[in-house]
Structure formats: structure tokens, C-alpha cells
């Protein structure tokens, strides 16, 4: 059975972005449509707990955090250290991740860290005869193709404004935390 991670950083003024909130949607989706009974958020960055209160009622199932003043600034180092002590707590086969600057840079290499692969620039997610699918575009957004991978962890990288956003009432979440 799958175990999906949705892995979002807050920005430096402490607010969650757009495409955080569309890769919650997009991981209560795709958890929805596979039949899992619920997923898991992790926020990375420094002063989580407005991040995370604000997606408190957004179906998950678990939330873990990492929150250090080390991670308000994006760095290398940091960012990839945190991320794969987040993907290995959460046990995760599946983390999706909004298409930053930020994990675009880092998620790649915590993803061979993690022996896992890799998808960038996801288009859509879907599920067909129970396997989860991928969406992207190739050749200049000419060809579209839908690919599955047997590996794990699958490290899915969703392109802003891909899946629509998740919005809700804010609550008060207990975060696992994360010690990197």
C-alpha cells in the first residue's frame, strides 16, 4: 500500500505559497482516487505552526515538521537535510512537492539519497487499473504522456497551477516534530 507524503516549505514572511496549497489538493486527490485512507503533510522552514494551523482540515491523516531558523533561508545543505529526514519519518513510498525554485534544486538529490525516483514538472496525477500516473509534457509542450514508475520512493514534482488549490477553515494542528 502507498504512503503518500505532500512535503510543502513556507516562504520567508512565514505564508504557505499558492503551489503549497495546490500540492495539498493535489495529495488529498490522489489519495481519494487510489483508496488510501489518508496522507501526510510535512512542512519545512522556520515558524511552521501558522503554516500548518492553516491546513489543518485539509484530510490528512498526519503532519510533521521541521522548523528551525536554519531553514527561513533557502540553502542546499539545509533544505536537503531536512527533506529526507521528513520522507524517511514519514515512511513515505509517494511525497509530492509544489514546483519551487526551492525543491526543484533540492528534492533530486534527497531523492538519490533516499535510492527513490524522480518526476519533474508534473502536469496532472491520475489513477488507472489501481497504478498511479503521472502527467507531463514533452518535446517544447508538444507530446503529452502519462508515465508510472515501479520504484519507490516516487518523488513528484507538480508545475504550478497544475491541480486546483485546496482551501479551508484553519485549525490548530500538533505537528510531529522532526529532528534533523
Same mark, same amino acid.
Given at each position: 500500500?502507498?504512503?503518500?507524503?505532500?512535503?510543502?516549505h513556507?516562504?520567508?514572511d512565514g505564508?504557505?505559497?499558492?503551489s503549497?496549497?495546490?500540492?495539498?489538493g493535489a495529495?488529498?486527490?490522489?489519495?481519494?482516487?487510489?483508496?488510501?485512507?489518508?496522507?501526510?503533510?510535512?512542512v519545512?522552514?522556520?515558524?511552521?505552526?501558522?503554516?500548518?494551523?492553516?491546513l489543518?482540515?485539509?484530510?490528512?491523516? @498526519?503532519?510533521l515538521?521541521?522548523?528551525?531558523?536554519e *531553514?527561513? &533561508?533557502?540553502?542546499?545543505? /539545509?533544505?536537503?537535510? +531536512? %527533506?529526507?529526514?521528513?520522507?524517511?519519518a514519514a515512511?513515505?513510498?509517494?511525497?509530492?512537492?509544489?514546483?519551487?525554485?526551492r525543491?526543484?534544486?533540492v528534492?533530486?538529490?534527497?531523492?538519490?539519497?533516499l535510492?527513490?525516483?524522480v518526476d519533474?514538472?508534473?502536469?496532472?496525477l491520475?489513477?488507472?487499473?489501481g497504478?498511479i500516473?503521472?502527467?507531463?509534457?514533452f518535446?517544447?509542450?508538444?507530446?503529452?504522456a502519462?508515465?508510472? @514508475?515501479?520504484?519507490?520512493?516516487?518523488?513528484i514534482? *507538480?508545475? &504550478?497551477?497544475?491541480?486546483? /488549490?485546496?482551501?479551508? +477553515? %484553519?485549525g490548530r494542528?500538533?505537528?510531529e516534530?522532526?529532528?534533523?
Amino acid at each position: 500500500m502507498e504512503t503518500i507524503l505532500v512535503l510543502v516549505h513556507n516562504d520567508s514572511d512565514g505564508a504557505l505559497p499558492k503551489s503549497a496549497c495546490e500540492a495539498i489538493g493535489a495529495g488529498a486527490r490522489l489519495a481519494a482516487d487510489a483508496g488510501i485512507s489518508g496522507f501526510s503533510v510535512g512542512v519545512i522552514g522556520c515558524g511552521v505552526q501558522p503554516s500548518l494551523d492553516a491546513l489543518a482540515l485539509c484530510g490528512a491523516t @498526519r503532519f510533521l515538521a521541521v522548523d528551525h531558523a536554519e *531553514l527561513g &533561508q533557502s540553502r542546499y545543505a /539545509t533544505d536537503a537535510a +531536512a %527533506a529526507e529526514a521528513m520522507a524517511r519519518a514519514a515512511g513515505a513510498s509517494i511525497v509530492l512537492a509544489p514546483m519551487t525554485s526551492r525543491w526543484a534544486r533540492v528534492l533530486p538529490g534527497v531523492t538519490h539519497r533516499l535510492g527513490g525516483r524522480v518526476d519533474t514538472h508534473a502536469t496532472g496525477l491520475a489513477v488507472a487499473d489501481g497504478e498511479i500516473g503521472v502527467t507531463r509534457w514533452f518535446y517544447r509542450q508538444r507530446m503529452e504522456a502519462t508515465l508510472n @514508475r515501479t520504484e519507490r520512493p516516487w518523488v513528484i514534482l *507538480l508545475d &504550478q497551477g497544475a491541480c486546483p /488549490t485546496w482551501s479551508g +477553515a %484553519a485549525g490548530r494542528v500538533t505537528a510531529e516534530q522532526v529532528v534533523v
